[in-house]
Nanobody
Framework: VQLQASGGGLVQAGGSLRLSCAAS????????LGWFRQAPGKEREFVAG????????KYADSVKGRFTISRDNAKNTVYLQMNSLKSEDTAVYYC????????????????????WGQGTLVTVSS
């Protein structure tokens, strides 16, 4: 599976961006998907995840109410809509795929995810 993230860029605080991640592979629809981010000098952290069906989503506390993860299995694409952006959201964002989620679960640790995209940089200016 190959993942290609896009949509990053420079935005002012309070603004919005939508990240997209296109995936190859016929079994995309059976994968749980996630977004992680890594800011300079910090560890990679979980941002959001979505189950294979889209019925379960999870968010980091820091982005709840501001970010929304969604997926379109027909397009093999997962999205991250980011609203009310803050300077602390500045990071490289990575999309990820878990090919063997348990019963529709969504993992929040990087160890659950086998496939990673190349990352897209989001910079929020204050």
């Amino acid at each position: 599976v190959q993942l290609q993230a896009s949509g990053g860029g420079l935005v002012q605080a309070g603004g919005s961006l939508r990240l997209s991640c296109a995936a190859s592979g016929r079994t995309f629809r059976s994968y749980a998907l996630g977004w992680f981010r890594q800011a300079p000098g910090k560890e990679r952290e979980f941002v959001a995840g979505i189950s294979w069906s889209g019925g379960t989503t999870k968010y980091a506390d820091s982005v709840k109410g501001r970010f929304t993860i969604s997926r379109d299995n027909a397009k093999n694409t997962v999205y991250l809509q980011m609203n009310s952006l803050k300077s602390e959201d500045t990071a490289v964002y990575y999309c990820t795929a878990d090919p063997s989620p348990l019963r529709g679960a969504v993992g929040v640790g990087p160890g659950f995810y086998d496939y990673w995209g190349q990352g897209t940089l989001v910079t929020v200016s204050s």
